[in-house]
Structure formats: C-alpha cells, structure tokens
C-alpha cells in the first residue's frame, strides 16, 4: 500500500506540474471508464476462450466436438469465476476456480488504475477536495466501469448459457458489483491521485490497524501454501498413482493437472481453515482438522492426496494450530516496524484491531472457497466458516494484541538508547 501512495503522489505531482488541462488526464470520463470496464472483463475472458481451444485440442486433437463447444467451455468457466455456477448432466457445481477470480480482480486493478490516471482532470483539485468540496470523479467512473464489466457478462450468459448448464446470472452480475466495488474502486481511486488526498485525513492508529491486517492475513495463506505443498510432496507417490490409474494420455493428463491449478487458491484457504483449528470437510459428515479426520470415500483427484490419513491423527499436529497466533504476532509487529509507535496502548490495539480485520477477510475468503463439486457427498466441499471466522477473530486479535505490545516494547528501548547519543 505504501509503493502504491508512494507512485500515487508522484503522480500528483505530475499533473500538477503540467496543470489541469493536461489533455492527458482530461479524457471523457464516461465512455473511458465504461470502455475499461469491457476491456477489463473481455481481456480475461479471451483468455478463458482461447484455453477452452487449446483444451480441446490438447484433448483429443479436436476430434469430438466443434470450436463453438470449446469456447462455449471456456465462457462458462469465466462465468464459474464469477459464482455462477454451473449444472453439469444434472449435477450443481458451485465451487469457483479461484486462480481464474485472482486473474479477473488483477485485471480490474490494472485497468481501474489506467482509468483512473486518464480522467484525473475532472473535478477539484486537491486543495478544492480539502476545502470540503465534494468530488463524484471516482464514483462516477466506478458505476460506469462497473456497467461495462456487467455488459460483457451480460452478454456472455446470454451466448454460453443453455438450459441444460443454467448458470446464475444474478449471481454473476452481484460479484460484478462485489468485484468493482472493491478492487475496480480503490484501483480507480489510486489512479486519480484520490487515494493520497483521502488517505491523509485517516487518522495514524486506522493506518497502522490496516497495516497489520494487510501483513497478517498475507503471512496466514504464505503458511498455508507451506503447509499444502509440504502435505502434498509427503503424498507425492499417491499422487502419481491416482493420476496413472486414470489412464489418460499424455495431452489429457497435462490437461488435468492443469485443470487443478485452477483450484490451488481454494486449497490454500482450506489449509488455513485446517491450521486454525476448525477444519474443512470434503463430503458430507467428513471433517479434516488437526484433532479429528474423519474421511469416507474421495473421488479420484491428485490433489486429494494431500489429505491426511482417516483415523486418529498423529500426536504434533494439534500444535499446528499454534501458527496462526505466531503468524498474527510477526505480522502486526512488522507493520508497526513501518508505523511505529512508543504508546503501550496505541500500538496494543493497533495489533489487536488489525488482527481482528484480518480475522474477518479470512473468515470471508473461507465462505467462497467451497462448494459443490460433484453429485451426493460431494455437494459439501467446503472449510467451516463460520468456525474458521470465530477462530480466526479470537486467534488473531490475541496473537495481534501481543505482536503489537512486543514491538512497542523493542522501538520504546530503542528510543530510550538513541536519547542520550543525540543529547
């Protein structure tokens, strides 16, 4: 966040050097926030088309079939991407292929943020927007830009959709605004040289909270990927085992576990649904957690095999759950290395606030990270959320508590050693 004010400011500089009729940053505000909106979404879903083709050649060499169902493949994944879901022979599927989601918020935030350099010539200037006048540039351009991300949805539903596959158009066009709003906004906002101006009437300590929120969720799913590529090397064998008893060929192999990487997001939140304690189920009446694994039968993915055995689990894994709060103590301390403070408690309830934030992103992310991925048992794929959002609050908020006062103890002795070197 500080590169991005940092850039930003520069930025703002730039266009106040050149003055506000730059032509540059003057551009119509609502046919180039409506045109990045299309240009956003469209950019993605090329993407998903031309992987639908390349999928259906790598396949079987485009011998079944014809183009128009390869791309009607890679249309519905980029809708599944946006929780549509989707009816596959009768069956719901609503789990969403994360990496394709990460794709589509990364496009909005670097096409939000080329919109938001273009038109920052409209509306107040900076010392205007101080003064207290108000400025509709940013929300202006939002709606327009979300209009356009939710025109080519639109019409995407209407050319992939049929009635055998039924994806949810109002589920599709609510995180369109989801997504808009969060990450097309800020992006927006950042391009304008809004976000600086705004940023500077927030007060130190609400700084330094989202701080250690930021740092402390980024730390939980670096954790979890650890814990999922640890888990899933120690199980490599199973792995190549289920792929070969599949008895596919070379192209549909590489097909499939590409096909996986799609979901490698969703595995991590389930780790770290699993290292806070609650755990996650794969199926009906299952349950995953560092205390208890209890497992009936799994359909045939490599991934699965990261899973630990059924059954009692082994004697070190309880303390796996101790991460999460030496995660939270290491992350609010390294934000407030970048926000310090020497007020016990200011820099308590900084760590405290930030990890009660980062609890709630990730007791959100968990309730997206599941779903239905096949018939029977496997309508209940998911990660405990609710469970995972208590204990992520409480294990956080402890764990940001102690990072925060532990960091404030080391900048006040640091303060107390530089005070008789500088008298």
């Known amino acids: 966040m500080t590169s991005l004010l940092s850039t930003t400011d520069g930025r703002t500089a730039e266009r106040a050097a050149n003055g506000p009729s730059d032509p540059r940053h003057r551009r119509p505000l609502v046919v180039l926030a409506t045109l990045g909106g299309v240009v956003a979404a469209g950019s993605v879903l090329l993407v998903c088309l031309a992987a639908g083709v390349f999928g259906w050649f790598l396949s079987d060499a485009g011998t079944h079939g014809e183009p128009r169902d390869a791309l009607q493949v890679g249309a519905l994944g980029w809708l599944m991407a946006h929780f549509s879901g989707v009816s596959v022979e009768g069956v719901t599927v609503t789990a969403v292929p994360l990496l394709v989601t990460l794709v589509c918020a990364w496009a909005v935030w670097r096409v939000g943020q080329r919109v938001g350099d273009a038109i920052s010539g409209h509306g107040p200037d900076a010392d205007a927007i101080a003064d207290g006048e108000r ?50 906004g800020p992006a927006i906002a950042v391009g304008a040289g809004r976000a600086a101006i705004w940023a500077a009437f927030v007060p130190v300590p609400v700084r330094g909270a989202v701080a250690a929120c930021v740092s402390i969720v980024r730390y939980h799913l670096l954790v979890a990927v650890v814990l999922l590529v640890a888990a899933l090397a120690v199980d490599l064998g199973t792995a190549v085992n289920v792929l070969s008893q599949l008895r596919m060929n070379t192209g549909e192999s590489t097909l499939f576990v590409l096909a996986t990487l799609l979901v490698v997001p969703n595995a991590t939140l389930f780790a770290g649904a699993y290292l806070l304690g609650p755990g996650f189920a794969v199926g009906t009446g299952t349950i995953v957690s560092p205390t208890v694994v209890a497992l009936g039968p799994l359909p045939m993915v490599p991934l699965l095999a990261a899973l630990p055995d059924a059954g009692a689990p082994s004697a070190w894994t309880p303390y796996l759950m101790a991460l999460p709060l030496l995660v939270a103590g290491a992350g609010a301390a390294r934000a407030q290395r970048r926000h310090p403070t020497l007020r016990w408690e200011e820099g308590g309830l900084r760590g405290c606030t930030g990890g009660v934030f980062a609890g709630v992103v990730v007791g959100l992310l968990a309730t997206i990270a599941g779903g239905a991925i096949g018939p029977g048992r496997m309508q209940t794929v998911e990660p405990f959320a609710f469970d995972v959002l208590v204990h992520a609050i409480t294990t956080f908020g402890i764990g940001g508590l102690f990072g925060g006062l532990a960091m404030t103890w080391r900048q006040r002795r640091t303060a107390r050693r530089a005070a008789p070197a500088s008298a």
Do not use: E, K
């Open 135 to 184: 400025d509709w540039t940013v929300p202006t351009a939002l709606a327009c830009f979300t209009l356009g991300y939710g025109l080519v949805a639109f019409v995407t539903h209407a050319l992939a959709a049929t009635p055998q596959t039924a994806p949810s158009l109002g589920r599709t066009l609510l995180w369109v605004v989801v997504l808009a709003a969060c990450v097309g």
